[in-house]
Structure formats: C-alpha cells, structure tokens
C-alpha cells in the first residue's frame, strides 16, 4: 500500500516532503515555495483559519477582570 501524502497548499503529491507545524496543526508541502507561501498567506491572514477554533469570549473575560 503506498501512502500518497498531498501538499496542503497545492494540492499536489508531495514526494519530498516538507512538514511544518502551524497553530498544533502538522501540514505537508511539496516544496519549499508552497511553505513560504503558505507562510506568508497565513501572515497576511488570507489562509483559511481552523475551523475547530472558536472564537475568544473576550467580553466575558473583560468583564472578570481582576
Ligand atoms: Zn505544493
């Protein structure tokens, strides 16, 4: 059985691959171009966020200000 691993940014079969930890969450890329991309997407905030993180209650937690 041969495990085909996909880069997480283009989708392609990542032969080599490059895996990368962001937010406690592993992704494989193919290639270093689809990780510096990828990073930079993510920085600029254009990557699609988790969507298994919900938001903060900050009003809550501003409220029990100690
Ligand atoms: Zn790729």
Known sequence: ?????????????????????FDGRLMNFCCKGCLGVYEMMREAGLAGQPPEAPQAPEQNSSKNKR
């Open 1 to 21: 059985m041969v495990t085909t691993t996909k880069c997480d940014h283009c989708g392609a079969d990542a032969n080599f691959v490059i895996k990368k930890e």
